[in-house]
Nanobody, 119 residues
Framework: QVQLVESGGGLVQAGGSLRLSCAAS????????MGWYRQAPGKQRELVAS???????EYADSVKGRFTISRDNTKNTVYLQMNSLKPEDTAVYYC?????????????WGQGTQVTVSS
């Protein structure tokens, strides 16, 4: 069974930092794009950052200069380093990956991890 497991959320004061991790497990042939999304209460899920298998990145305007996405292809893991956190960054963060396994192509989501930034 291929799945994504997230870790690293929590409570932090404004201006602080957190690092999220998301590891893919199971029989995986390759992983294409990986990304982080977030969903705040009453709002739609939005893309925060994405990274291709070659390392090209994209960011939402609201996090540019503060968040950094990276990946370790040897560990099938994607990270999100979040600095200078703001209360408006409070949300459930989900990782996403396009995975090729023995059963074929699938798009996976993590279970979500809560990030709360206090003012």
């Amino acid at each position: 069974q291929v799945q994504l497991v997230e870790s690293g959320g929590g409570l932090v004061q404004a201006g602080g930092s957190l690092r999220l991790s998301c590891a893919a497990s199971g029989i995986i042939f390759s992983i294409n794009a990986m990304g982080w999304y977030r969903q705040a209460p009453g709002k739609q899920r939005e893309l925060v950052a994405s990274i291709t298998s070659g390392g090209s990145t994209e960011y939402a305007d609201s996090v540019k200069g503060r968040f950094t996405i990276s990946r370790d292809n040897t560990k099938n893991t994607v990270y999100l380093q979040m600095n200078s956190l703001k209360p408006e960054d409070t949300a459930v963060y989900y990782c996403n990956a396009a995975v090729q396994s023995f059963t074929g192509y699938m798009e996976l989501w993590g279970q979500g991890t809560q990030v709360t930034v206090s003012s």
